[in-house]
């Protein structure tokens, strides 16, 4: 029996002998180099773990936890903090004709930095540095999830070395 597949380039249906599956070979219309998957029959059916009940409540109760926390530093300011005096507000302070979307803004400090255009990432930085304590803990928080939003063509490693070195400039 023979393995039929559609070669990625031009659609075409391609019939491959079995001994050829799990290698690459060449589209005999457009002459692409084209992956020929195993038969069915020699996949090996890797099962599923069974789900922890108990794993999966730790885990939603966390995920309420961080909308909760994150919900709390959203509408908090510095004055709500108890036992410690407001301040007047300084010039690092985001006032209230001023609305910053942090996340946004450090997603945008990532794709400055990726593209090199440090002009850009130095506006962003000035800007959430009016945001005070807020910016850095939206910073934090992006950084905390398991995978920062997804930036194009940005690798999840590269991202958070970036969202570390704009948390460093807003200290």
Do not use: W
Request: proline share 11%.
């Amino acid at each position: 029996m023979s393995i039929e597949l559609h070669c990625p380039q031009c659609g075409k249906v391609i019939r491959a002998p079995e001994d050829a599956g799990g290698k690459k070979g060449k589209c005999p219309y457009c002459k692409r180099s084209v992956y020929i998957p195993l038969p069915e029959d020699e996949l090996d059916v890797i099962p599923l773990a069974p789900i922890d009940p108990d794993e999966e409540a730790r885990e939603a109760k966390l995920r309420r936890e961080s909308a909760q926390y994150a919900a709390a530093i959203t509408n908090a300011t510095e004055s709500d903090t108890p036992g410690k005096p407001a301040r007047p507000p300084s010039a690092h302070d985001a006032g209230p004709a001023e609305v910053i979307d942090f996340k946004k803004e450090a997603l945008s400090f990532i794709v400055a930095m990726r593209d090199s255009k440090l002009d850009e990432a130095d506006r962003i930085v000035e800007k959430l540095k009016r945001g005070g304590a807020r910016a850095r803990d939206h910073v934090q928080g992006i950084m905390v999830d398991e995978m920062p939003p997804a930036v194009e063509n940005v690798p999840p490693p590269l991202a958070r070395g970036f969202l570390q070195a704009l948390l460093d400039r807003l200290a």
